[in-house]
């Protein structure tokens, strides 16, 4: 069965500190892969996705992913975290290609701290 | 609609009582999903929507759980005899299609006591 492992239960860093976030998958085959956002008190919000192409993926708020095929991975960075990047981040993959529109399988997420 | 809406947006029952969860997708998106999510769990999927019929229902957790949609448009979540173990943030996404990704609803929070 598909999975998707998120490492890091908890990180806490203090602001400008960077941020990596792991993220693995396994799935052999062609996959779609996300990160998700769920700000304290908010739903879940996209944001990044990697369908095809450049496997550098840039998203809203300065967070950037880099899909590695031979690792299985998705990582999740950004250079210098704010106070406001205080959230719980989902990666999420979906292996239904083809046109479908299956479910995304998530991890359990990763909570970030940010200090002041 | 602008978003995706669910309510309500919180519900106590009572253990052996039936509940339903409604969910509103954005207006067009013909995919409609739930997920559960439990504190330190993530999100669990528990069924997908292509239009009215559901194609994937492999995540409910047992047959006290059912969901339907009418019309293309709204669904509804129901559990039968809930239990405590059924606590928990019920989520519906719609998407118009998988390219764009999910839009989430706020949730229902269940609590069973």
């Known amino acids: 069965a598909q999975s998707v492992s998120q490492h890091n239960h908890h990180v806490i860093l203090s602001e400008a500190a960077s941020l990596e976030l792991g993220c693995n998958y396994s799935?052999?085959?062609?996959?779609?892969l996300f990160w998700y956002v769920q700000y304290p008190g908010q739903h879940l919000q996209l944001l990044l996705k990697?369908?095809?192409?450049?496997?550098l993926v840039k998203g809203i708020k300065g967070f950037e992913a880099e899909f590695i095929k031979s690792k299985f991975s998705f990582n999740l960075r950004k250079p210098s975290v704010q106070w406001s990047d205080t959230a719980e981040y989902f990666c999420?993959?979906?292996?239904?290609?083809?046109?479908?529109?299956?479910?995304?399988?998530f991890g359990k997420g990763t909570k970030l701290s940010v200090k002041p | 609609g602008a978003g995706v809406s669910q309510s309500p947006s919180n519900k106590v029952t009572e253990k052996g009582k039936d509940v339903e969860l409604r969910c509103d997708p954005i207006?067009?998106?013909?995919?409609l999903y739930w997920y559960r999510q439990s504190l330190g769990q993530g999100l669990e999927f528990l069924i997908y929507?292509?239009?009215?019929?559901?194609?994937?229902k492999s995540g409910l957790p047992s047959d006290r759980f059912s969901a339907e949609r009418t019309g293309g448009s709204v669904s509804t979540l129901t559990i039968q005899r809930t239990q405590q173990e059924d606590s928990a943030v019920y989520l519906c996404?719609?998407?118009?299609?998988?390219?764009?990704?999910?839009?989430f609803g706020s949730g229902t929070r269940l609590t069973v006591v």
């Open positions: 996404a719609s998407s118009l299609r998988l390219l764009s990704g999910y839009t």
């Open positions: 799935y052999g085959g062609t996959v779609n």
């Open positions: 999420a993959v979906n292996a239904n290609v083809g046109g479908s529109q299956g479910n995304l399988i």
């Open positions: 207006s067009g998106h013909t995919a």
């Open positions: 990697y369908f095809s192409g450049d496997p």
């Open positions: 929507f292509q239009g009215n019929s559901a194609p994937d």
